[in-house]
């Protein structure tokens, strides 16, 4: 009997147009209405991708919110630290603040609470979104006390560094400035230097 070659078929992940069309969906159903609004079936009905589809490539809320979380997090550029610590802090919370501007991080945590660390899979993707989102005040940080500008350990360094501004936006859901970070950087110093 011979045999005939099977075509490539379906790829093993979702398409880019609807991974993007998904976690859109995904992502603004989370942030409006948190984990209960969070359903494949509206998913399905506001995209127009099966239920099947999205199940074949997310088999429960726990990995559509890790991939979320994937695609939330954020590019960070080492570049730009120039071994000088007041300028490599500025920086690093000039980033900070962008970070809080342009990507939902209040909706996200807020989302995340409501869901809640439910699998491992969410905890750690959630744990990375953390990390990622901290990583240029931890890259300069770390730097400092590499070249002995610093002592202490990184994450408690730079959690008392970013510990303000996060609280201000994440818990009192205001508006931080770049003002807001430089103040934060000449607190800092005043206390490490």
């Not at 998904?22 to 209405?33: H, S």
């Not at 127009?48 to 994937?70: F, K």
């Amino acid at each position: 009997m011979p045999t005939t070659e099977r075509g490539p078929g379906r790829p093993p992940g979702p398409t880019r147009r609807t991974e993007k069309t998904v976690l859109a969906a995904a992502l603004r159903l989370f942030l409006e209405g948190g984990a209960d609004a969070l359903t494949f079936n509206r998913i399905a009905e506001e995209t127009g991708v099966s239920r099947s589809t999205i199940y074949r490539h997310w088999p429960d809320r726990a990995a559509l919110v890790a991939t979320m979380l994937e695609k939330a997090t954020f590019p960070h550029h080492t570049e730009r630290l120039t071994g000088e610590l007041e300028n490599d802090l500025q920086v690093a919370m000039e980033s900070m603040v962008e970070r809080f501007e342009h990507r939902p991080v209040r909706e996200l945590f807020a989302a995340l609470l409501t869901f809640g660390f439910t699998s491992d899979n969410v905890s750690t993707t959630g744990e990375a979104f953390i990390g990622g989102l901290l990583e240029p005040v931890d890259d300069a940080i770390a730097n400092a006390i590499a070249r002995g500008d610093l002592e202490g350990e990184t994450h408690d360094l730079t959690a008392e560094l970013v510990g303000p501004l996060a609280l201000l936006h994440v818990l009192l859901g205001q508006t931080v400035t770049i003002d807001d970070g430089r103040r934060a950087v000449e607190r800092f110093l005043a206390l490490h230097t």
